[in-house]
């Protein structure tokens, strides 16, 4: 007896455990490849989701772009589209041609709404590289302004300086007073270049700029004295 109840109870365990073993993947397994499958990027549904906002056009223009910036939940002004705009090496402000969507969003492995704004978090972390931040400062230079002049104008200048050092650069609430009252029209890429640089490298109680010396002229462009006229206001 003690052996029969000895196997009986053996049998019943194995057939235990396998069901066990069955169940668990089939909660496990199962819906671990679905997801995979789901997760994966489609370049079809990307094309089809660029559509929504272009419409029958090959180029998301304004009115499709306020849209797409409704459906993500984000605000035009924020800082996020900037660097989207960034990875897909868009040209223009205010349009996303189809060539540049699908290769930054084939890039982003995004083909939905939903997938762009789980890449959120990565887009504001590439604003804490130093160098990757260089990089979209410059860009944004070229993707403001209009493409027919050389220069950005004032108003647009301040305000994408605004979105790029209004939250890190101490000195920067100054600085855009000091543009408001100058007679400035516009700010050509040496100055813009130029601003970005003073940000990093001159102390924001401008304790070491030196007004006679390599800071002077380090910061002044040919013909324009911006920074320095700046600095030695506020010294």
Known sequence: MPVKKKRKSSG???????KCRISS?????????LISG??????????????????TDEVVGPEGMEKFCEDIG???????MLVLAWKLEAQNMGF???????????????????????????????????SVFKQI??????????????????DTAKSMLALLLGRTWPLFSAFHQ???????????????????????TVHADLSNYDEDGA??????????CTLHSFAILNH
Do not use: H
């Open 38 to 55: 789901d997760d994966s990027f489609s370049s079809k549904k990307c094309l089809a989701w660029f559509y929504e906002y272009a419409g």
């Open 96 to 130: 996303f041609t189809k060539e540049e969507w699908l290769k930054g969003m084939t890039s982003l492995q995004c083909d939905c709404t939903e997938k762009l704004q789980s890449k959120f978090d990565y887009l504001r972390s590439q604003l804490n590289d130093l």
């Open 25 to 33: 993947f089939c909660r496990v397994q199962t819906p671990s490849r």
């Open 74 to 80: 984000v605000e035009p002004e924020n800082i996020i």
């Open 215 to 224: 800071c002077k002229c380090a910061f002044s462009v040919t013909g324009d």
């Open 178 to 200: 000091f543009l408001e009252q100058s007679k400035y029209r516009v700010m050509n890429k040496d100055q813009w270049f130029n601003v970005l640089e003073f940000s990093r």
């Open 12 to 18: 019943s365990e194995d057939a235990g455990m396998k």
């Open 137 to 154: 400062y410059r860009y944004a230079f070229d993707f403001a302004r209009d493409k027919d002049q050389r220069s950005l104008d004032i």
